[in-house]
């Protein structure tokens, strides 16, 4: 009989533990996967393949591997407007450059929208305004969602801190949550976020728009 009890508790051990993973999972959906491509050009061609797809499926190429891993992975996720705010500061030409390693946190057209932000309004905020507001999405290193301590303070390339938290209910930075983690670059790899990240002090100011 203690020969049963014990297997029987040590099955609802095991049990109780595969659930919990299952969770974390379901909570924090993860793509993972490797790619030759920068974060700069996944994020081009993301836009640019939702914009010719009009939001078609995406198809895939190489054997069946995605042509983006991006947009394949979140097909109704759009990144127009962040594509064409790195562009105009010159910062997506850095993150296609392989002379470093970068964690970007990417805010989708829908972030930029609840956020009151289009991308008219982004092309008349001015440019040293956007780019410190795009530069408080980004660190510099490669932070997959597994090395996300469970609460710190986290320099960004801005030089202000975002303040990243880490549980089973999956990863959140400031008042965002992560979306779709680790979309694996060359040169580091992008979490996905549900809204736009404002550094301290720092608002949008719509008069200059």
Known sequence: MRSLSTFFLATLAV???????????LSQPSVALSNDQTIGAILKNAADEANGMNGEVLTTSNGGSPSNPLAHARSHARFSVLTVALAKTGLLNTLMRLDGDYTLFAPTDDAFAAAGLSTSDITKLPEETLKSILLYHVVGAKVPAAAVPANAA?????????????SAAGVAINLSKVTLADVMAKNGVIHVIDKVLLPPTQSIDRKST
Not at 154 to 166: E, F, M, Q
């Open 15 to 25: 049990a109780f533990v595969s659930l919990t993973s299952c969770q974390k999972q």
């Open 154 to 166: 986290v320099a960004t390339l801005n030089g202000k801190k975002i303040y990243v938290r880490s």
